[in-house]
């Protein structure tokens, strides 16, 4: 997910990165509001470098079903 795509995705990210990741509180997202690099900083903050790459793979995901672009790991097919 780029920065663009992020940006997009925020509002949709907001409620279930909270709900999952709750090391991440409402100053952070106010912080975050869609930047990726901010977000990858809170991260890195909150969790540590081994879990913030975890949080991203989450985050990827969900952006991933969000969109329907989705690149199948076994397959390394994209699917629209």
């Known amino acids: 997910m780029n920065t663009e795509q992020f940006e997009q995705f925020w509002e949709q990210l907001k409620v279930p990165l909270k709900a999952k ?4 509180s409402d100053k952070d997202l106010a912080e975050i509001e869609g930047n990726l690099d901010t977000f990858r900083t809170i991260l890195s903050k909150r969790y540590g470098e081994l879990r913030k790459d975890e949080v991203l793979r989450w985050a990827h995901q969900r952006y991933c079903h969000w969109s329907g672009n989705y690149i199948d790991d076994r397959e390394e097919t994209l699917r629209m």
């Open 21 to 24: 990741w709750v090391g991440i």
